[in-house]
């Protein structure tokens, strides 16, 4: 296996060790209470967001992603990919979680463009049961049939890691050892309004990795810290490399889970969650501009403005609709 | 069901016993870190199976911190987990008198108080249990802690607990689900119902199984029996054996379902230890006080 690509926790231990040495920078930073490092950061001049066309669950998603995957230039050779679903809770005709068909593909596609391992892992912050879950949502057939190795992150061993920029003001949190083990990491997200943050995206699909055996369930900690300081001190950390968001059918309404099924009929990708964030949040009729989260991640993870994302598969007026919010989060939508 | 009870009910152990770790803990997936809570549960059912209390030797090498028995080295101590290791105390016959400092604590321990809310439906003067310090009451922590310290008074009389033990129960009522049962921390968001879950239902009855003339304990009994048909994971139904022990429903059913369902993973028995310990438990027959029985 290639030894060149640093896993997330080799990255994160060179991060806490150059971070040690830039401390009276650090200070210096804080002092102008900008509550990252810049210089550990750098957004994209540009963003490559794709949309692609798919029509229903039956389509073959490993083809649709591998076109993605091609289309935005990801290089996975040798890696090992982590995918990160959103799998918070079951219940009969409910469009709740990634579909499994979607992981599956997206398993698929990444070891034919040589992954050297391919893991799933998520750890609902509802369900606490996993095994219903995996049962219940059908991911652990689909995962069975293709021979993939499925990690609970609620109940996997974890380390203390150093956040890597400090919006919560929490200087590190229990993150699972395989995560922290893999070298490529994908949010692979449901596309859903959210009744707290506006969207569940890419970047709100990382509560995820906050293991329940340690914080609980849900995971209070994070919702006290502040959801969208949360947001994105842990995309700071994890830094997910690939997006690939479930929108053929999405939710709007009392999101993340009461919300009512929307088609959209797509699939998106890009390499800068947060711009892959901020297209989907234009698909629905909201503002990027206006989350609290966006605004933040603009700052120094990616890209949120529309002149600096590059569109590539479908363009976004195709699906360009207006979702149901719960009436708190109507400031939310963009102005027309 | 294939497998001769007795039998399964020996392989369970043979299994649980060869993914031990060598300090005597249990991690959640076999070969991982020692953890509190499938160690806890792996200790009960062995001592269970083997007619005789916990083997608590490995609870008393645990690492501490202020008193609280501490899972992951740098986290917070997790509430829940504590109370349930006190429980687990409590099974042998020597075990109240190593606990008094945890029992301190877990009686000293209160949740965040949050201002009222007319998003959410409860009643936020009343502090039960969080998962870690500084957050909310939560079902499955105050159930936890609610239930060890019902069984810690019963011993003797600890005027500290009995405010505690009111206002969890009081918090417990007022969490429960309008048709009965809990989720895990309230029941009603933005003017919707939320629908309660067999493993939290199953917990908070283990620590109201003294109030069952409470008509929202009986009904949560009968969404128990409802829900539990269509669930299909060791854990839920082994807690839902374990909590109709307690309040003395047969359930075998239930018993045969879960039997059924542990033989058909045990290629995979290794990769859920938890539940495995807690099927056991459920499982087996018994021969000493129940654990869990108030």
């Known amino acids: 296996m290639p030894t060149d690509h640093p896993s997330l926790l080799s990255r994160l231990t060179r991060r806490g060790f150059v971070a040690s040495l830039a401390a009276p920078v650090l200070i210096a930073g804080c002092r102008q209470n900008r509550p990252y490092d810049a210089r550990r950061f750098t957004v994209p001049a540009r963003s490559a967001v794709g949309l692609f066309a798919v029509s229903s669950y039956a389509t073959d998603f490993a083809d649709v992603i591998a076109r993605g995957l091609s289309e935005l230039g990801v290089n996975l050779a040798g890696r090992r990919v982590f995918l990160k679903p959103n799998m918070v809770e079951y219940e009969r005709d409910t469009i709740i979680n990634t579909h499994p068909s979607v992981v599956a593909g997206a398993a698929i596609a990444c070891r034919r463009a040589g992954a050297a391992e391919v893991v799933v892992g998520e750890g609902p912050g509802h369900r606490r049961d996993i095994e219903y879950l995996l049962a219940a949502t059908g991911l652990d057939d689909h995962l069975r049939e293709e021979r993939v190795r499925f990690v609970d992150l609620n109940h996997d061993d974890v380390r203390m890691t150093p956040l890597a920029s400090s919006f919560t003001k929490q200087p590190a949190l229990a993150l699972p050892v395989e995560l922290l083990k893999s070298d490529f990491v994908i949010s692979m997200p449901k596309l859903k309004t959210h009744h707290w943050a506006g969207l569940t995206c890419s970047m709100k699909n990382l509560f995820g990795t906050v293991p329940g055996a340690v914080y609980g369930w849900p995971k209070n900690v994070l919702h006290l810290y502040g959801i969208p300081n949360s947001i994105v001190d842990l995309t700071a950390t994890v830094r997910p490399q690939l997006a690939i968001v479930d929108a053929v059918t999405a939710m709007e309404g009392d999101g993340p889970i009461m919300g009512r099924p929307r088609a959209l009929g797509f699939i998106a990708m890009g390499t800068d969650p947060v711009a892959v964030d901020a297209t989907c949040a234009r698909v629905i009729g909201l503002d990027p501009g206006r989350m609290e989260y966006l605004r933040q991640a603009a700052r120094f993870l990616g890209n949120i403005d529309a002149g600096r994302i590059d569109q590539r598969g479908e363009p976004l007026s195709r699906y360009a609709t207006r979702f149901e919010v719960v009436a708190a989060l109507e400031y939310l939508r963009q102005q027309t | ?294």
């Open chain 2, 1 to 294: 069901m294939s497998t001769d009870p007795a039998r399964l009910r020996s392989a369970i152990r043979e299994a649980l016993l060869e993914s031990r770790n060598r300090d005597g803990t249990w991690p959640y997936v076999s070969g991982k870190q020692a953890r509190l809570e499938p160690t806890c549960w792996a200790l009960l059912a062995l001592g269970r199976a083997g007619g005789r209390g916990p083997d608590l030797e490995v609870l008393e090498r645990w690492q501490r911190r202020d008193h609280w028995l501490i899972d992951v080295d740098g986290a917070p101590p997790n509430q829940a987990f504590n109370g349930f290791a006190a429980l687990t105390y409590l099974a042998h016959p020597d075990g109240r008198k190593q606990i008094s400092l945890l029992a301190e604590r877990i009686i000293a321990t209160k949740a965040v108080r949050f201002p009222p809310s007319n998003l959410i439906r409860l009643d936020s003067s009343l502090q039960g249990w969080s998962w870690v310090d500084g957050t909310a009451s939560w079902v499955e922590p105050t159930a936890w802690c609610l239930l060890f310290l019902k069984q810690y008074v019963k011993a003797g009389s600890v005027p500290a607990a009995a405010e505690r033990i009111s206002v969890g129960d009081r918090l417990l009522l007022d969490r429960a689900c309008t048709d009965g049962g809990w989720n895990y921390g309230n029941s009603q968001v933005f003017g919707k119902d939320l629908w309660p879950y067999v493993p939290t239902t199953a917990l908070a009855l283990m620590a109201m199984q003294d109030r069952r003339s409470e008509p929202i304990v009986q009904r949560s009994l009968e969404q128990l029996q409802e829900d539990v048909a269509s669930e299909r994971s060791m854990s839920a139904l082994a807690l839902t054996i374990i909590c109709s022990r307690v309040f003395g429903i047969p359930q075998v059913q239930v018993q045969r379902d879960l039997a059924a369902l542990v033989e058909r993973n045990q290629s995979r028995w290794s990769d859920n230890l938890l539940g495995l310990a807690m099927a056991l438990y459920a499982l087996e027959p018994g021969r000493g006080p129940d654990a869990f029985a108030l």
